[in-house]
C-alpha cells in the first residue's frame, strides 16, 4: 500500500512537473529499480499509468471539429466556438497523452540500457510462465502508445511475430 501511494506521488509529481521527469527521471527510476524489486517497480508503474493517465475511451480529434467550423463559416454567420470546459478537457487529455508517452519512452529506455533492470529483461526474455506472460502484458498495454517502445518489447520477449505484425501495420 504505502509502495503503491511512492509510486503514485512520483507519477503525479512527474506530470505535474515535466522538467522533474526529464532532467531526474531516469536518475530516479533507475535508482528506485537497485534499492528495490525492479519487476515491481516496472508492473505497477505500468499500471498505474493505465489507470490515472490513460484514457479508456478514444477522444475525438479536436482539430477536425476546429477545421470544419473555419471552412463552413460564411459572412455574417456565428462561429460554433467549443465551450471552455470542453477546451480544458482536450488540453488536459492532451497533457495525459504526452505524459504517459514519455513516460513509457523513458521506461522503456531504461529497460533496455541498464544493470539494474537486467532481471526484468531476462523474465521478459524467458515469457515462459504465468508470472512472466502476466508482465509481459502489462507493459504491453501501457506500452501502446508508443509504436518504437512496443517494438522494442516485443524483441525483447522475442516475440518476432507479434513484432512484425505491429510493423506491418505501422506501414499501412
Known sequence: ????????????????KPQVLSSKGKLIITKLCSL???????????????????SSSPSPSPQKGRNRNKSKSKKGSKKASPSPSLENDIASRQSKRRFVRN???LM????????ELYPLREIIKKCDDEKSK????TLYKTW???PISLVSLCLL?????????????FKK
Open 157 to 169: 520477449a522475442q516475440r518476432y511475430d507479434l513484432g512484425l505484425m505491429l510493423v506491418n501495420q
Open 1 to 16: 500500500k504505502i509502495f503503491e501511494q511512492l509510486l503514485t506521488n512520483l507519477l503525479d509529481l512527474f506530470y505535474k
Open 108 to 115: 522503456n529506455l531504461i529497460l533496455l540500457t541498464t544493470k
Open 144 to 146: 501502446c502508445c508508443s
Open 36 to 54: 528495490l524489486d525492479c519487476t515491481q517497480i516496472y508492473t505497477l508503474l505500468a499500471k498505474l499509468i493505465l489507470e490515472e493517465y490513460s
Open 103 to 105: 513516460m513509457v519512452r
Open 134 to 137: 502476466q508482465i509481459f502484458l
